[in-house]
């Protein structure tokens, strides 16, 4: 079993920054990627980063240049800083681990956390 703990939303002004956290635990063998995922609400559930071990990182385009993904290896834990927030950035953000398990790929989620931007 893998667990997700998220932490780090809240409520900023538009223009502002927030740090998302998201630790890890349990049987992490075989990481393939950790990264964010959020949804806006009447939306569906978007990608915005991850990284791939190696410490290789994708971004949506919405987010390029203003987030960015990291890792901690030691802690097992994933960071966001999200700079330049804009309104349309307020969704509940999740967390995902993907494992590779022999041929098969298993996502891992966390409960969400909220962000919300005011204009």
């Known amino acids: 079993q893998v667990q997700l703990v998220e932490s780090g939303g809240g409520l900023v002004q538009d223009g502002g920054s927030l740090r998302l956290s998201c630790a890890a635990s349990?049987?992490?063998?075989?990481?393939?990627?950790m990264g964010w995922y959020r949804q806006a609400p009447g939306k569906q559930r978007e990608f915005v980063a991850h990284?791939?071990?190696?410490?290789?990182?994708n971004y949506a385009d919405s987010v390029k240049g203003r987030f960015t993904i990291s890792r901690d290896v030691a802690k097992n834990t994933v960071y966001l800083q999200m700079n330049s927030l804009k309104p349309e950035d307020t969704a509940v953000y999740y967390c995902?681990?993907?494992?590779?398990?022999?041929?098969?790929?298993?996502?891992?989620w966390g409960q969400g956390t909220q962000v919300t931007v005011s204009s």
């Open positions: 990284i791939i071990t190696g410490a290789r990182t």
């Open positions: 349990g049987n992490l063998f075989s990481i393939n990627t």
């Open positions: 995902n681990v993907n494992l590779k398990r022999g041929a098969v790929y298993l996502d891992y």
